[in-house]
């Protein structure tokens, strides 16, 4: 084999004239894969494609091969197998196609234009025609490693590669290719071996997966089932509790309308017996009369609560929201709370008048509960004061206000905090001893401020005092041209 001086150009160019010289052309390929960092089966698929192409186009005039490194988007080696027209028949790529990323056909006619036959996607390769006639071409292409760094010293390497082969006999190439073949079946024989390893592999994870599949899908069954268990006994407890809660609704509104006919009789009669106009009474006389006012207006209090508190859980409480003069609330109640009997050494103080606004509310409702806290508070505190204290809260834009209760009276302990909302419930200490209650009032205050869309809070501390702090919407209304009249009584249904 020679090298041609029409291929200096390139990275080594042959002739191609005998059986050896194909016999060559598969060693000089695998080399240079092999210079070019190619691994173990791009090398033999070079190898093979180029002695299959080899075989198929000897005998042809003029027949040549270059190996080359076209300039281009996507590094390849380039093989260009080139030959005088009309010497042989067309070439049959099929073989090499199978093995190489890309193998074509060209023409001389074909190549000036710029067209091609090719098996894959065509890639110019700049490799030059003959210098005489018509010449014809294969252009076999295969893409270069990753890791292919196209430096001078590298192209020299490739080069050093592509000239230290000698020529070949047909036994020398047939057990090269037989080395081959041996070191490609081991290849694969290993490949294999590897293959059954991780499909075992993945054979017993699948064994795993499922077992742990199937266990989650019992452990998820029986929660499923305990859960549907536990739906239906909540919904159970949930429909007895419903039921017992409109019982005891229905329970409350029965008792308090008949009992409030008979406490009427009696706190009626008693007044009349306490009246200037009535029949002279003993002084015993009067002072048992007297303590049958108190508990009848006792009895009474209780009565309204627990019809009141029917009415709030039934849902029957509706809201009459109307223009309400703080002013005149707060003053009438302040006036109410300190008629009806204050502790010795206590003070009601309640907010300045030209502080308190129009604001639009349910009155009835919001008189309620602050009666409710300043009624407790005033029954707690043996000395000190209670104060109602009123602000509009500035970070809400005035859509909030706030009405406060503080005292300094013996205060809740913490553990009983969270029990004073409780209906029937009271703190247990001595002052409450003296002072029996019916337990209604803060549930009560806390029910109808939730009604009227705001939160009611309590912090106390024993000792100190307790703090009712009550938050409700705030909307602004007109101030009436005239002084409100005293609110009405209210009804006794």
Request: negative net charge.
């Amino acid at each position: 084999m020679t090298v041609s001086a029409a291929r200096s150009a390139a990275l080594s160019a042959f002739d191609l004239a005998t059986a050896q010289d194909v016999f060559a052309l598969r060693r000089i390929g695998q080399s240079a894969a092999e210079a070019l960092g190619m691994d173990r089966q791009d090398q033999v698929r070079i190898a093979t494609a180029l002695s299959e192409l080899g075989r198929d186009r000897l005998g042809c005039d003029g027949l040549t091969v270059a190996f080359t490194l076209p300039p281009g988007p996507e590094p390849v080696l380039a093989v260009v197998f080139e030959w005088d027209s009309g010497t042989k028949a067309a070439p049959d790529l099929e073989p090499a196609a199978r093995l190489l990323n890309r193998v074509r056909h060209e023409t001389g006619g074909a190549h000036e234009t710029g067209a091609a036959h090719e098996t894959g996607a065509a890639h110019e390769t700049g490799a030059a025609h003959g210098s005489g006639g018509a010449r014809e071409r294969i252009v076999a292409e295969h893409p270069l490693p990753a890791a292919w760094s196209d430096t001078p010293a590298a192209r020299l390497g490739v080069r050093e590669a592509l000239r230290r082969h000698a020529p070949m006999t047909l036994a020398d190439d047939l057990r090269a290719q037989t080395r081959d073949l041996i070191a490609t079946l081991e290849e694969t024989r290993a490949q294999r071996e590897e293959l059954r390893r991780l499909n075992d592999e993945l054979e017993e994870t699948n064994r795993g997966v499922l077992a742990l599949y199937t266990e989650l899908s019992q452990e998820l069954e029986e929660t499923n089932s305990g859960v549907v268990a536990l739906h239906t006994e909540l919904e159970e407890k949930s429909n007895r509790l419903r039921e017992t809660s409109e019982a005891k609704t229905r329970f409350w509104t029965n008792i308090s309308h008949e009992l409030r006919t008979p406490v009427n009789a009696v706190v009626a009669l008693s007044r009349l017996l306490l009246a200037a106009g009535s029949a002279p009474l003993t002084e015993e006389q009067r002072r048992q009369v007297s303590l049958i006012d108190a508990s009848g207006q006792t009895l009474f209090a209780l009565v309204n609560d627990l019809l009141d508190m029917a009415k709030a859980e039934a849902g029957q409480l509706e809201i009459a929201a109307a223009p309400v003069d703080l002013r005149a609330l707060v003053g009438q109640l302040g006036a109410v709370m300190r008629s009806t009997g204050m502790p010795e050494g206590v003070a009601l103080l309640t907010p300045e008048p030209g502080t308190l606004p129009v604001t639009v509310t349910d009155e009835a409702l919001l008189t309620r509960i602050l009666r409710n806290l300043l009624s407790n508070a005033l029954k707690f505190t043996e000395k000190g004061e209670v104060r109602l204290e009123f602000a509009v809260d500035p970070e809400a834009a005035g859509q909030w206000m706030t009405f406060t209760v503080t005292d300094t009276g013996v205060g809740i302990p913490e553990s009983e905090l969270a029990r004073v909302f409780e209906e029937f419930y009271q703190v247990r200490g001595p002052l409450q001893r003296a002072h029996r209650g019916t337990g209604l009032g803060l549930p009560y205050a806390r029910a109808l401020t939730e009604l009227l869309g705001g939160t009611l809070r309590l912090s106390s501390t024993p000792g100190v005092g307790t703090r009712v702090e009550v938050r409700l919407p705030h909307r602004p209304g007109p101030r009436p041209a005239t002084p409100p009249a005293p609110p009405a009584p209210e009804a006794d249904a």
